[in-house]
């Protein structure tokens, strides 16, 4: 009796250590042209002040957001390795090509054997194994992204960016949508947040947008190529809807795929200026509420 009661409370103690050793983290995820230092997870230029709340345990994860989404797409797998495998979880939030960024790592990289990390970073952004075990894929609460430009962008299409750019040409419209499966997400919920605040000179972008990016991308709307959408005041365009419902029209948002907020107020632009402004506050807010 005795025995079987010592090994009872050391099954218990050690299921309590290993609750007590698991810690969750907040990567945060740069767009079109980075900033941040590469490998330095507390290096926050992209976004704005590094003492701004910003999640639980908060990382940034940075890529040159320049090259091409394939080439960069190790730094993000890195940081997953780093700080999403074994007891440790991860809350995920992207900006603009950030959102194609983590679509592209989930659908291509997701499924693989990932060897469990513990969560001390070198200089480079690697991180050394925990106990030499491997696990499929990353422990991923959910992404929020923020203007995510999965979808693509009708200004890479136009030309108006720099076009010598690697990441310019991945992010046209139809490039952008058939570079990987986007209903590929294991399962992740990807929230959508969507602005508004667009511009005279964003006049290609169909729809509503927020100077960079239209309602097509920033909402999750499925298909080869963009559409036309807009908030409920807007008669000459199809509404995109929250939620997962299918959008005014009949379109589809991709799987686990779901839009958490649409400006209809018109009042956030693409921007983050440095100062978690733009649809980035939005989001921010949002992750200081339930990234914890």
Known sequence: MKKALRLVMAVCLMAVS??????????????????????NYDSWTYWGPGTTAAGINKKSVNWDGRNSIASQSGYIRNALDCFCTGNNWCYVVTHSAGDLMMGYVMANYGG???VKKNAVANSSGVCGNSDGSSQTGWNIKW???????GGGSELSDAGSWTTSEPLVQDLKTTTARAMYNHNTTRNVWFYMYAGAKGTAYSGILPGQDDEAVAY????????????????PSDWFCNDLTLGTAA??????KWSYHSV???????????????????????????????AL
Do not use: K, M, P, Q
């Open 260 to 290: 958490s907020f649409r400006d209809d107020n018109e009042a956030y632009n693409h921007y983050a200026n440095g100062n978690w402004g733009g649809i980035v506050g939005v989001v921010r807010s949002a992750v200081v509420n339930s």
């Open 247 to 252: 959008n005014e029209g009949g379109s589809l």
């Open 143 to 149: 992404v929020r992204a923020a203007s995510g430009a």
């Open 18 to 39: 290993s609750f007590a050793a698991a810690t969750n983290y907040t990567l945060w995820i740069n767009g079109r042209t980075g900033g941040g230092v590469i490998g």
């Open 112 to 114: 693989s054997a990932r």
């Open 216 to 231: 097509h991308s920033t909402g999750g709307v499925a298909g080869s190529s963009g559409g036309s959408y807009c908030n």
